[in-house]
């Protein structure tokens, strides 16, 4: 099995150029960015002017503050969607219909 190394270098105005290691010409790669993992937070701050610009500050800033990203639902939201689709099938607790709302007017106005 043969390896190949790669260079990443910036290219003037934003973006990415790769080049397989003594080759001359680049190759541009769609997912070039994905390897810089910190890139996206160069500059950020916060609205209160703290300095976020690393993903550990980012994750540090968030625990003292008490807050979260929407990844860490994932697993609540997946259960909370399992949970609706057996309440609109009638299980798990049943789904209320039309009918069964003007049933119970029905029976509450003695008709």
Do not use: C
């Amino acid at each position: 099995m043969t390896r190949t190394t790669y260079v990443y270098r910036n290219r003037e105005g934003g973006g990415v150029d790769v080049f397989e290691k003594g080759h001359e010409s680049p190759r541009v790669h769609a997912d070039a960015g994905a390897l810089w993992g910190d890139r996206g937070y160069d500059g950020m701050r916060t609205t209160d002017g703290v300095d976020i610009g690393s993903r550990s500050k980012h994750r540090e800033y968030m625990r003292r503050h008490g807050l979260t990203t929407a990844d860490d639902y994932t697993d609540t939201w997946a259960k909370a969607e399992a949970a609706r689709t057996l309440y609109r099938q009638g299980k798990g607790g049943g789904a209320i219909t039309r009918d069964d709302i003007a049933e119970t007017i029905a029976r509450m106005q003695g008709t």
